[in-house]
């Protein structure tokens, strides 16, 4: 059980981590991060409010992902319902300054986007499941054998061509992030000696029977 709450510890605080990396992106005021330019797009063309937009993206997302045999876990799930919680309250604090300037602004956005690639490592390396947006990235990687920054790359741009299509607001950070997120990812998993596409990720029924014993086991 030690085991256990300490991949529990990993994917929580990766989540935490990560909401943190999003909200330092926001802060450096240069541009929405590739898909808030979805979100905010999607939302904006079929009339939803950009929580609901983000959900049933993730959802969409957890299908597709599905599709291509990737692996649906507990980490899934509180991806969808705990990032956004994480990212009310950090906002609410106000304990991550506003950028000052464009340069300082790029200097934050490259910090946030390091921040969510460790994020990431700490969440999927948990082995309960990747998030929406990273399940689909495992699932490319191991699908086109390609590397795991291009795949990330790739769906980041086709985020952002989407949304702005849709009416999405586009800047400067929103570039900078499309382009350096996968070579972030890539770097810090190359850093960390960490290949997504080998994780063996518990799915929620094998995590409930480790949880709650068997009527045989009694």
Same mark, same amino acid.
């Given at each position: +059980?030690?085991?256990?709450?300490?991949?529990?510890?990993?994917? /929580? !605080?990766?989540?935490?981590?990560?909401?943190?990396? &999003? &909200?330092?992106? +926001?802060?450096?005021?240069?541009?929405?991060?590739?898909?808030? =330019?979805?979100?905010?797009?999607?939302?904006?063309?079929?009339?939803?409010?950009?929580?609901?937009?983000? &959900?049933?993206?993730?959802?969409?997302? =957890?299908?597709?992902?599905?599709? @291509?045999?990737?692996? *649906?876990?507990?980490?899934?799930?509180?991806?969808?319902?705990?990032?956004?919680?994480?990212?009310?309250?950090?906002?609410?604090?106000? @304990?991550?300054?506003?950028? %000052?300037?464009?340069?300082?602004?790029?200097?934050? +956005?490259?910090?946030?986007?390091?921040? &969510?690639? +460790?994020?990431?490592?700490?969440?999927?390396?948990?082995?309960?499941? $990747?998030?929406?947006?990273?399940? /689909?990235?495992?699932?490319?990687?191991?699908?086109?054998?390609?590397?795991?920054?291009?795949?990330?790359?790739?769906?980041?741009? $086709?985020?952002?061509?989407?949304?702005?299509?849709?009416? !999405?607001?586009?800047?400067?950070?929103?570039? @900078?992030? $499309?382009? @350096?997120?996968?070579?972030?990812?890539?770097?810090?998993?190359?850093?960390?000696?960490?290949?997504?596409? =080998?994780?063996?990720?518990?799915? *929620?029924?094998?995590?409930?029977?480790?949880?709650?014993? %068997?009527?045989? $086991?009694?």
């Amino acid at each position: +059980m030690k085991d256990f709450f300490r991949r529990i510890l990993s994917l /929580l !605080g990766g989540l935490l981590l990560y909401s943190t990396g &999003i &909200i330092v992106t +926001m802060k450096a005021q240069i541009g929405y991060a590739p898909w808030d =330019v979805f979100h905010v797009g999607f939302a904006n063309t079929a009339g939803l409010s950009i929580g609901f937009a983000t &959900i049933l993206t993730g959802l969409i997302l =957890v299908v597709v992902s599905l599709v @291509l045999g990737e692996k *649906i876990g507990v980490g899934t799930i509180l991806n969808m319902l705990l990032i956004g919680i994480f990212m009310d309250i950090i906002l609410g604090l106000g @304990l991550i300054p506003t950028a %000052s300037s464009p340069i300082v602004g790029a200097v934050k +956005m490259i910090i946030g986007l390091f921040i &969510i690639s +460790m994020a990431s490592f700490l969440y999927i390396g948990s082995g309960f499941g $990747a998030g929406p947006r990273d399940s /689909l990235m495992v699932a490319l990687t191991r699908l086109t054998k390609l590397p795991v920054g291009v795949c990330r790359g790739g769906i980041e741009l $086709a985020a952002v061509l989407v949304g702005w299509r849709l009416g !999405g607001m586009v800047g400067f950070g929103t570039l @900078l992030s $499309a382009v @350096l997120i996968g070579f972030c990812v890539e770097l810090t998993f190359k850093l960390m000696r960490f290949d997504p596409t =080998v994780v063996q990720h518990e799915t *929620i029924d094998r995590t409930i029977k480790r949880l709650v014993p %068997s009527k045989e $086991a009694s």
